[in-house]
Nanobody
Framework: QLQFVEFGGELVQPGGSLRLSCVVSGDQFSKFAMGWYRQTPGKSRSLVADINNRGMTNYAASVEGRFTISRDNAKNTMYLEMNSLKPEDTAVYYC????????????WGQGTRVTVSP
């Protein structure tokens, strides 16, 4: 089983940038496809970006070209570089291993809150 600690979220102005980090504890992190998810009040958690164990990436249309997902298997850490942030990016961001259907595999961490506002 993997466990996740997300950090890096904060208040940022529209057009700004942030880098989120996800530190993973547990075995075999490098073997899992991983994803960044986000959730806003009243809505279900949605997949924003994912990266497989070979480094291939996919992005939701709403963040394509602005967000970059990466992983460092030696450090058991995953990142989300977010640029040109918009108010609609405001959410709590979570990381998890991703199953074939795009859902998270393990229990969720606490997440990290990103607020994009003037």
């Amino acid at each position: 089983q993997l466990q996740f600690v997300e950090f890096g979220g904060e208040l940022v102005q529209p057009g700004g940038s942030l880098r989120l980090s996800c530190v993973v504890s547990g075995d075999q992190f490098s073997k899992f496809a991983m994803g960044w998810y986000r959730q806003t009040p009243g809505k279900s958690r949605s997949l924003v970006a994912d990266i497989n164990n070979r480094g291939m990436t996919n992005y939701a249309a709403s963040v394509e070209g602005r967000f970059t997902i990466s992983r460092d298997n030696a450090k058991n850490t995953m990142y989300l570089e977010m640029n040109s942030l918009k108010p609609e990016d405001t959410a709590v961001y979570y990381c998890n291993a991703k199953n074939i259907n795009g859902a998270g595999v393990f229990p969720w961490g606490q997440g990290t809150r990103v607020t994009v506002s003037p």
